[in-house]
């Protein structure tokens, strides 16, 4: 099963998250499109008012099934090969909600916090015509 995660593109953070889960999965799970791609997430849909809530993560076999904002970021945490930490990490009383806070607030901040830069498009792209940056 292949997903596609949707990032920022310009923000240094997000980048540095999606080149950290290039390095972990190699493009076995994950295909990657920066928001600023408005041409492929126009034909799946996704308007920029959407990206402006964060990260999305889109099932690549049923692209109705989606995951955006933290819950993107958990969905990935889970489909990779880890020791169950998201899981514990739900199972905690109030760790989703300071979890869900905690994203929005780096979600609105992330430019003054980490910095913007020129749109990093991944290695592992959608449709195989990426750059390698």
């Not at 009383?93 to 994203?103: A, C, N, T």
Request: aromatic share 12%; glycine share 10%.
């Amino acid at each position: 099963m292949k997903y596609y995660v949707i990032y920022d593109g310009q923000c240094n953070l997000c980048v540095n998250g999606v080149r950290i889960l290039e390095s972990l999965d190699q493009g076995k799970l994950f295909n990657y499109v920066p928001m600023q791609d408005k041409e492929t997430l126009s034909g799946w849909g996704i308007t920029p008012q959407d990206c402006e809530q964060g990260m999305i993560l889109i099932n690549a076999e049923q692209l109705s099934q989606r995951w955006q904002g933290s819950d993107a970021i958990e969905e990935i945490g889970r489909l990779l090969p880890t020791t169950g930490f998201v899981d514990i990490y739900r199972g905690l009383p109030g760790m989703k909600w300071l979890g869900d806070k905690f994203y929005e607030q780096i979600r609105d901040h992330r430019y003054t916090l980490f910095g913007k830069r020129d749109t990093y498009e991944s290695v592992y792209c959608v449709d195989g015509s990426c750059k390698n940056n």
